[in-house]
């Protein structure tokens, strides 16, 4: 009995991990389409930083609320929760800030997640 009760919570446990990991690429892969549009137009810098800040709102907040459920199945607290999961989408938007100037002077582009 223990272990079924054992493999359930592992299954569970991994399925939410999955859901917030399809929300985390989700939200990177948006970011990557807005990206790359924006490079295709030659956006300075400042202009991109801006206006990234309020590209796919829709799946950044489906991230945040992948994980902050994550966090709060593993035991955190709604405000530890909310400030990892928002911690984490900030780390994805920050790549793309800080990558865009690399991208633009050596003529690359990000590429999708899959």
């Known amino acids: 009995m ?3 009760s054992t493999v359930a ?8 991990m999955a859901d917030a990991e399809t929300s985390r690429v989700n939200y990177s892969n948006c ?8 490079l295709t137009q030659k956006t300075a810098r400042g202009p ?10 829709d799946e950044r907040s489906a991230m945040i ?16 929760a909310t400030t990892y999961a928002t911690e984490e989408a900030d780390g994805v ?14 003529g690359t582009m990000p590429v999708k997640e899959e």
């Not at 970011?31 to 790359?36: E, S």
């Not at 991109?48 to 709102?57: G, H, L, N």
């Not at 938007?93 to 050596?106: E, H, K, R």
């Open 48 to 57: 991109f930083k801006k206006a990234v800040k309020d590209a796919c709102t």
């Open 9 to 16: 919570l592992l299954s569970a446990a991994t399925a939410g």
């Open 93 to 106: 938007l920050f790549a793309f800030t800080d990558g865009y100037a690399g991208y633009m002077s050596s």
């Open 31 to 38: 970011l990557t389409d807005f990206t790359v549009t924006h």
């Open 65 to 80: 609320a992948a994980m902050k459920k994550d966090e709060l199945e593993f035991g955190s607290t709604e405000q530890e």
């Open 2 to 4: 223990f272990m079924l």
